[in-house]
T-cell receptor, first 112, second 111 residues
């Protein structure tokens, strides 16, 4: 059974800093891994998708890496902005049924 | 244009009632999902359908029954609602194992 842990649970950083969010998962036999953000009272927005054969994906100021063998992924946010404040969720997907297992998330606050 | 839409956005009902939540996607995706986010914000899959066929059916009470009339719709019907069913329910869709796109959620409150 896949278990996903995200550390830290909460993080506050001043605006402009670069930061890294961590995700670890117990079953390395994954099909892909997605990073989402969730704003309070809102749905999930997909940020990045990494296929199991890839090592990283980039979108603007975001860079996600994947080390499948060690069961780890990181989300790097460059030059953080107050608008980046949200909860970030990591979700590895399993083979065959595309089932996503979510971590408990990291609540990020960017201080202006 | 809303890619994945859900109705209603809020649903308040009493214990014992039966209610439905509707989901529609206009992305042309072949797979749709229902997720539940509990009061601790933990998000867990309930069901998934691929081309109207049930693929994932997690350990969910029989009171929950998904129905997919076509590829673009996946509805969730809940019988005999209980207090513990209070949560936010999210619908999502994807195509070919690629990114999953989520709806805005339906906040269900059972009193």
């Amino acid at each position: 059974k896949q278990e996903v842990t995200q550390i830290p649970a909460a993080l506050s950083v001043p605006e402009g800093e670069n930061l890294v969010l961590n995700c670890s998962f117990t079953d390395s036999a994954i099909y892909n891994l997605q990073w989402f953000r969730q704003d309070p009272g809102k749905g999930l927005t997909s940020l990045l998708l990494i296929q199991s054969s890839q090592r990283e994906q980039t979108s603007g100021r975001l860079n996600a890496s994947l080390d499948k063998s060690s069961g780890r992924s990181t989300l790097y946010i460059a030059a953080s902005q107050p608008g980046d404040s949200a909860t970030y969720l990591c979700a590895p997907g399993s083979f065959g049924n595309e089932k996503l297992t979510f971590g408990t998330g990291t609540r990020l606050t960017i201080i202006p | 244009d809303t890619a994945v839409s859900q109705t209603p956005k809020y649903l308040v009902t009493q214990m014992g009632n039966d209610k439905s939540i509707k989901c529609e996607q206009n992305l042309g995706h072949d797979t749709m999902y229902w997720y539940k986010q509990d009061s601790k914000k933990f998000l867990k899959i309930m069901f998934s359908y691929n081309n109207k066929e049930l693929i994932i059916n997690e350990t969910v009470p029989n009171r929950f029954s998904p129905k997919s009339p076509d590829k673009a719709h996946l509805n969730l019907h809940i019988n005999s609602l209980e207090l513990g069913d209070s949560a936010v329910y999210f619908c999502a869709s994807s195509h070919g194992g690629l990114q999953q796109y989520f709806g805005p959620g339906t906040r269900l409150t059972v009193t």
